[in-house]
């Protein structure tokens, strides 16, 4: 039984595009999949997207990797120790090379793995609701709302200007 209803409004403009975003997310509709045949600030801006946390996974693999890397530098020095004339075992200058060799693969590795954790699909957005002229000239939002505000998203896109408005069941 479909719970869940997919609208689809297609637009020529990308003015008509954000004006039927913003009136969207008023009316409290956030499951939104916008298509454009080029990148545009006015619609991440309407979308109002919160920013990636993957620069934390980041953060926290390279702070990871600098506290490996000088943990293991000063205790290799201090277990094995090689008494050079009168210079200090444990000497940080030489270690910051490792250091940064391991703040490097540590933050690579964690935002690989940010990236992985953070970037499944949307599993409840329609997989067919999609034109190939999304990729000439056209603009395209998909709404997937319940059943029963299916008239207040036509109505809200018809009012922006849409060209046309096709309905996907999920």
Known sequence: MIKEQGVFGIFSYIDSTVQAIKKLREADFKNLRVFSPFPSHEIEEALERRESIVRFFTLTGATLGALCGLT?????????????????????????????????????LA???????????????????????????????????????????????KLSGADEVQFEGI
Do not use: H, Q
């Not at 034109?131 to 056209?138: A, T």
């Not at 603009?139 to 505000?149: L, M, Q, R, S, T």
């Open 72 to 108: 293991l530098t000063i205790l290799t020095s201090l277990d094995w120790p090689i008494r050079t004339s009168a210079k200090p075992i444990v000497s940080l200058p030489p270690f910051m090379i490792f250091v940064f060799e391991l703040t490097v693969l540590f933050g690579s």
């Open 111 to 157: 935002t690989l793995l940010g990236l992985l954790i953070n970037s499944r699909l949307r599993r409840n957005a329609p997989r067919v609701m999609y034109d190939p002229r999304f990729s000439e000239d056209k603009f395209g939002i998909a709404v997937v709302c319940k059943i029963e505000d299916i008239r207040k998203v036509e109505e809200i896109l």
